[in-house]
C-alpha cells in the first residue's frame, strides 16, 4: 500500500495493491497514519542520542530537524518513510523481506513532482487525480516486488 | 547504498531539459507587457507578478528538492546559499552571490550579475515604479513558505531602473514549526 501526505496531513494519495485486511473507513486510516508517522518523527527526534539540543516531547518541531525515521518492520509487513524538507511524506507498506526502500521512495518523488507538481491544473493541497501519474506509480512499483 | 551526496547547480542544470533562453525571456516579457495593459497599475501590476512567482514558489520548491537532493539546511545562512548557488543555477542557469548578513542572520541579500528575464528590456517612463522582475521574489517567498519559513522578499537595486546589478533581499520573518493539523479528541 502507498499513502502521500502533505505537510497539514492531507491525504494526497492512497494506492493499495494488495491488501486483505480492512479494518478502518478510509478517513479514519488516513488520519491515524498521519497521526502515527508525526507521534514517531517526534518520538525518535526527542530520543536521538546524538543531538545536542532537545525540546521536550510534544514541542512542535520544524519539518526535518532533529533525525527522521526511515523504516519499520513487523512480522507480517515493513513500512517504509520519507519526507521532503517541504513536508510531503511518502509512506509505502510492503512485505517484511523488503530491503531499504530509501532509494525507491526518492524515486517516487521524483515521478511526483514530474507528473502531479509541474501539472498546472493541479492545485497543492488537493488530493492527486492524475492518470499519469497513477499508472507510472503501479508499474514503478509493481516492478520493485 | 550510501545517500546520494547533494548534486552542484551545475550538474543539474546540465541534466535538466532547458528551454531556449530567448523564448523564456520573451515569454516572459509578453506576460508583463498584457499584464500592464490589463490591469494598468502599477502596483497592481507588481503585486500579480509576486502572486504569480508565490504560486511557482510553491510546485517550485519540490521540483527543487527532488532534483538537488540538498539535505536539511541547518539555518537560514545555508538556505540563503543553497538557494543562491543551486537553485538559480538550476532554474535560471545563473548563479548569485549572497551578501550583506545582518547582524542577526535573519536578512541577507542575493545579487545577481546577469538575469535572463531582463534581456533586451528597457523601462518605459510610463512605467517606472515596475518591478520587472517581481516575479523572482514571489517565487522565492513562495518557496522558503514551503519548508516552514516566512520570509520578505523585496529588490534593493534593478538594472533597469538604473542601478549596477540586481540585489534581492531576503529577511527571515520567523519559522514556522509543524503542527498537528487533528485535534486531539477525534
Known amino acids: ?145 | 547504498m550510501p545517500p546520494a551526496a547533494p548534486r552542484s547547480g551545475d550538474a543539474i542544470f546540465a541534466n535538466v531539459e532547458r528551454v531556449n533562453a530567448e523564448l523564456f525571456t520573451l515569454t516572459y516579457g509578453a506576460i508583463v507587457r498584457q499584464l500592464l495593459t490589463d490591469l494598468e497599475e502599477v502596483e497592481e501590476v507588481n503585486k500579480q507578478l509576486d502572486q504569480m512567482g508565490y504560486n511557482i514558489g510553491i510546485r517550485l520548491i519540490d521540483e527543487f528538492l527532488a532534483k538537488s537532493n540538498v539535505s536539511r539546511c541547518v539555518d537560514f545562512k545555508e538556505t540563503a546559499e543553497a538557494i543562491a548557488k543551486v537553485g538559480f543555477k538550476m532554474f535560471l542557469g545563473v548563479t548569485a552571490s549572497v551578501t550583506n548578513w545582518d547582524a542577526d542572520g535573519t536578512s541577507c541579500s542575493l545579487v545577481l550579475e546577469d538575469n535572463p528575464l531582463v534581456d533586451f528590456v528597457e523601462l518605459p517612463d510610463t512605467c517606472q515604479g515596475l518591478y520587472y522582475c517581481n516575479i523572482l521574489s514571489g517565487v522565492v517567498r513562495g518557496a522558503l513558505e514551503m519548508v516552514s519559513m516566512k520570509t520578505e522578499v523585496t529588490w534593493i537595486r534593478d538594472m533597469l531602473r538604473g542601478d549596477d546589478a540586481y540585489e534581492l533581499q531576503v529577511k527571515l520573518l520567523k519559522q514556522v514549526p509543524e503542527e498537528y493539523p487533528y485535534k486531539d479528541d477525534e
Open chain 1, 1 to 145: 500500500m502507498m499513502y502521500v501526505f502533505n505537510r497539514n496531513g492531507v491525504c494526497l494519495l492512497y494506492r493499495e495493491w494488495n491488501r486483505p485486511l480492512r479494518t478502518l473507513n478510509a478517513q479514519q486510516d488516513h488520519k491515524l497514519m498521519f497521526g502515527l508517522l508525526f507521534s514517531l518523527k517526534s518520538l525518535t527526534a526527542k530520543m536521538d542520542p546524538t543531538n545536542a539540543e532537545k525540546g521536550n516531547l510534544g514541542v512542535p518541531q520544524l519539518p526535518g530537524q532533529g533525525c527522521s525515521f526511515h523504516s519499520f518492520r513487523t512480522n507480517t509487513y515493513k513500512l517504509s518513510f520519507m519526507e521532503s524538507s517541504s513536508g510531503i511524506k511518502i509512506i509505502l507498506v510492503t512485505h517484511p523481506g523488503t530491503g531499504d526502500l530509501l532509494e525507491s521512495l526518492k524515486y517516487i518523488y521524483n515521478l511526483y513532482v514530474e507528473y502531479v507538481v509541474k501539472n498546472p491544473l493541479y492545485s497543492p493541497g488537493t488530493p492527486i487525480r492524475s492518470e499519469l501519474f497513477d499508472k507510472t506509480l503501479d508499474q514503478y512499483v509493481r516492478g520493485l516486488g
